[in-house]
């Protein structure tokens, strides 16, 4: 019998190593970026096509690599990063193993560009295999590039395991978005095939929180900070009426790494027990930090797994911040109303605080630390006044789905060119009324912004923006579907001429933008003319219209769970609602009040901020 081990040539064995480091686009995206955050560079671009299958490069203005150091940084275990054991004690860096390029090199073609701004030419290399294939110096700025080319290019059962593009896309820009959070003061932006998709100006972590996730967090945010000698925490989580009903928008970062924790997710959730529904997931994003000897640095810097020195005293203190944060932000009974009409939308508030968790929280030392002004309604449920308060949200609270039930057929009305028979039937517009205006009823505009609809015993508080882009986002989802808006031709078309990655964008558009009354015709490489805009548009210029829907677009990019249309349709309803400020005739607040009563959602907006808010005769009454 012979001896059957042998030792794996050095290329399997680095293209096994590899695999544990990259498994995917994804990961290589993320040391990639995590390298140049290390560099200390200001700008960050990431560019990618065909989802990182084909290339994933990440430019950089960090400090950059002398020719020696470029040559071996695709080494394994080189790093600048750690010298001594002692190091990995302290680590600061997002990287310190020596892996990420030197997995990269085994399996892919990567070509390094880098420059020290001590240094007058830069160097250029190119690795495929784990080898250096060419060297050379290279005039460049001061910095690092570095692409790689056909991932998995030599492995291919690696690469047959990769899942379509759009999956693969969605982990990169997850990934994306971790490390751009984490770093509000750095520029990144991700282009993929082309079209830029993300542009983070530097800002605070407030407004980068806002960039990333959605303008519907604007003013919907509450800072969390707490310090102690053991660790700090800062932050934003949402308030209680900004919940959805998926899990998503929460994100946990120790030492600026971001970290996956049922666990602190778990303490998070506590928090929020009493404001939010219990099926609904607040946002949330918080760095904790701490003396780096408290975590265990030996858990694979890949996995997003950590472990804590002292688990227990993380979770408490993660609790206690965010309850502290949501104390703060207290909602009292004379504020009823003043206070945004979200909160109704949530039922939140509204429930009570049962007597053993008042009582367990209560003696919880943590709890007991925190001043007691700062405590919340829901944490003191002692004042009469606030019971009432809470009952009188109970009773119009509704979940966001509740569809409304109409008595009567809603009458077709000819003189409103966006709704017309076929557009109303596609929306379902066969159900009944529940409620009934006379035509006594009077509507009354409250600083030209809010309408108030008496109904039975009570009263519609009815948000004028937000009511008609609700209107306008299910009129323009039907006429998608069925028949067009009309266009209204120009007789002087206006031509407009946008940036390449704006025409693109515009041109994939076009088919859909003439469903929606937009007539608009390519004209040239990045010029296009507006030979039409809806009929039922008000104000003439259509060019600004146009490039306000473009800004507007863009910022959904941001969305990728929203497709294409639907990020048009957003868009346009959110641009072509009336502002707060406009005048509004009786009859128009009939038409507006009407056509939100028969919309299929008629709670909230597209983006889930309220329409309206009903207050009951029954509340009125004991207010007295
Ligand atoms: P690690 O980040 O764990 O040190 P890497 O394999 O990711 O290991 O990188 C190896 C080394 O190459 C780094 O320690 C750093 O010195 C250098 N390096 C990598 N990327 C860059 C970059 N974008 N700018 C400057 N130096 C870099
Ligand atoms: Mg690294």
Aim: glycine fraction near 4%; include cysteine.
């Amino acid at each position: 019998m012979r001896d059957i081990i042998q030792l794996l040539p050095d290329n399997i064995a680095n293209q096994i190593a590899a695999g544990e480091v990259i498994q995917r686009p994804a990961s290589a995206v993320k040391e990639l970026l995590e390298n140049a955050v290390d560099a200390g560079a200001t700008e960050i671009k990431l560019i990618i096509n065909d989802a990182g299958k084909a290339l994933i490069q990440v430019l950089d203005n960090g400090k950059g690599m002398s020719e020696m150091d470029a040559r071996l940084c695709f080494e394994r275990h080189a790093t600048s990063k750690i010298q001594k054991i002692d190091d990995l004690f302290h680590i600061r860096t997002m990287g310190f193993r020596g892996e990420a390029l030197a997995s990269i090199a085994a399996v892919a073609q990567v070509e390094l560009r880098t420059k020290r701004a001590e240094d007058t030419l830069g160097t250029c290399i190119e690795v495929e295999n784990s080898m250096v294939i060419k060297q050379e110096p290279v005039a460049i700025n001061t910095g690092t590039s570095i692409a790689m080319k056909n991932l998995f290019f030599n492995v291919p059962a690696r690469r047959n395991f990769l899942k379509s593009n759009a999956a693969e896309m969605r982990h990169i820009v997850d990934e994306f978005i971790r490390v751009t959070m984490a770093f509000p003061d750095i520029f990144f932006s991700l282009t993929s095939n082309g079209q830029q998709l993300f542009h983070l100006e530097k800002g605070t972590l407030k407004q980068r929180i806002i960039q990333i996730l959605g303008n519907q967090y604007n003013a919907k945010v509450v800072s969390v900070q707490e310090k102690t000698d053991y660790l700090n925490i800062h932050g934003f989580v949402g308030k209680p009426e900004t919940a959805k009903k998926t899990r998503g928008d929460q994100y946990f970062f120790v030492n600026n790494r971001f970290i996956k924790s049922a666990y602190l997710n778990h303490a998070v959730m506590n928090a929020f027990e009493e404001v939010i529904a219990p099926d609904s997931f607040p946002m949330y994003v918080l760095f904790i930090d701490l003396d780096p000897a408290q975590i265990d640095v030996n858990v694979h810097p890949t996995k997003q797994e950590i472990k804590f020195e002292d688990e227990k005293i993380v979770y408490a203190f993660v609790q206690a911040a965010v309850k502290h944060a949501l104390a703060q932000f207290s909602i009292t009974p004379t504020l009823a109303f003043d206070i945004d009409a979200g909160i109704q939308q949530s039922d939140a508030v509204s429930k009570p605080f049962t007597d053993e968790k008042k009582s367990a929280a209560a003696t919880s030392n943590l709890y007991k630390s925190f001043t007691q002004s700062n405590q919340a309604h829901f944490i003191d449920t002692g004042k009469s006044e606030l019971k009432h308060w809470k009952s009188f949200y109970e009773e119009v609270k509704q979940p966001a789905d509740d569809k409304f039930e109409y008595e009567k057929q809603l009458p077709v009305k000819n003189d409103d060119p966006g709704l017309n028979a076929a557009s109303a039937d596609l929306l379902g517009f066969t159900k009944k009324r529940k409620f009934q205006f006379t035509d006594e009823t009077v509507f009354t505009q409250l600083h030209n912004t809010y309408i108030i609809v008496p109904v039975e015993e009570g009263f519609f508080l009815i948000n004028q923006q937000t009511a008609h882009e609700r209107v306008l986002y299910e009129r323009y989802a039907a006429a998608l579907v069925g028949m067009s808006i009309p266009v209204q031709r120009s007789l002087f078309p206006a031509t407009i001429e946008l940036s390449l990655q704006d025409a693109a964008m515009l041109t994939e558009l076009i088919p859909d933008l003439l469903q929606l009354g937009y007539q608009v015709e390519p004209f040239g490489l990045n010029t296009f003319v507006i030979q039409g805009t809806p009929a039922d548009l008000e104000d003439g210029n259509e060019k600004s219209a146009i490039e306000h829907l473009i800004e507007q677009y863009k910022h959904f990019s941001s969305e990728v769970k929203f497709s294409k249309r639907e990020k048009l349709i957003r868009s346009m309803a959110s641009q072509h609602a009336i502002k707060p400020g406009k005048r509004l005739t009786p009859a128009e607040m009939r038409r507006l009040t009407e056509d939100l009563l028969v919309c299929a959602q008629p709670n909230t907006t597209p983006a889930g901020t309220p329409t309206y808010v009903e207050f009951k005769g029954s509340y009125l009454q004991k207010m007295f």
